[in-house]
């Protein structure tokens, strides 16, 4: 906007309905692009906007460290929406904003879910790859588990688990080390 049609208007109304006020204003598509001077103290925001707004930044907070963590991209075209208070935005807001949060949860959670068994698939095959497949048959009255850990909490866990009358065979394929643990069934309602 060129600068000779920028005009600079002083309203003083209720800081309640200030944010009403500057929501269309930005509806319309103008700004002013000017900083506070430090003498003019900034509103009090009214206790029925301060709450959802703080709701508003802990959504946004969390969908960041979300979009950060897995790089998605924003989306390409903006999502608009017509609304007549500065309440109901956020009323808008809070209930998209905590169904996105929702589904995003789920989804990370399925993510987590598929990399683990993934884990534990690789494992089953680095095991049965190098040791062979007959150790992976059920035993009568024994269950076998394979464990991906680090060589160096090999003789903690051992001891952790002699208790349970299990057994600790290392399994080392590459870079990669495994526990291979044999344990009675009864032993199972322990873990």
Do not use: C
């Not at 309203?11 to 269309?24: G, Y």
């Not at 309440?87 to 209930?95: A, D, R, S, T, W």
């Not at 600790?168 to 009675?184: E, M, N, S, T, W």
């Amino acid at each position: 906007m060129p600068i000779a049609r920028l005009i600079e208007y002083k309203i003083a109304l209720p800081s309640e309905h200030a944010f009403d006020l500057l929501m269309n204003i930005g509806n319309a598509g103008y700004f002013m692009p000017i900083t506070r001077p430090g003498v003019i103290p900034a509103p009090k925001v009214p206790g029925k906007y301060s709450e959802k707004i703080r709701r508003v930044e802990d959504i946004s907070r969390e969908l960041g460290r979300v979009l950060n963590q897995y790089s998605i991209p924003p989306p390409a075209t903006p999502h608009e929406v017509k609304v007549g208070l500065f309440n109901e935005l956020l009323e808008y807001i809070i209930e998209d904003g905590e169904d996105l949060l929702t589904r995003v949860k789920q989804y990370l959670d399925s993510i987590e879910g598929i990399r683990n068994e993934y884990m534990k698939l690789r494992g089953i095959v680095d095991v049965v790859s190098s040791v062979g497949s007959i150790i992976m048959e059920r035993l009568r009255h024994f269950l076998v588990d394979i464990v991906p850990l680090s060589e160096e909490d090999f003789s903690e866990f051992r001891n952790a688990i002699v208790n349970y009358g299990a057994e600790a065979l290392p399994v080392k394929v590459q870079d990669r080390f495994y526990v291979l643990v044999i344990y009675p069934e009864w032993a199972r309602q322990a873990y």
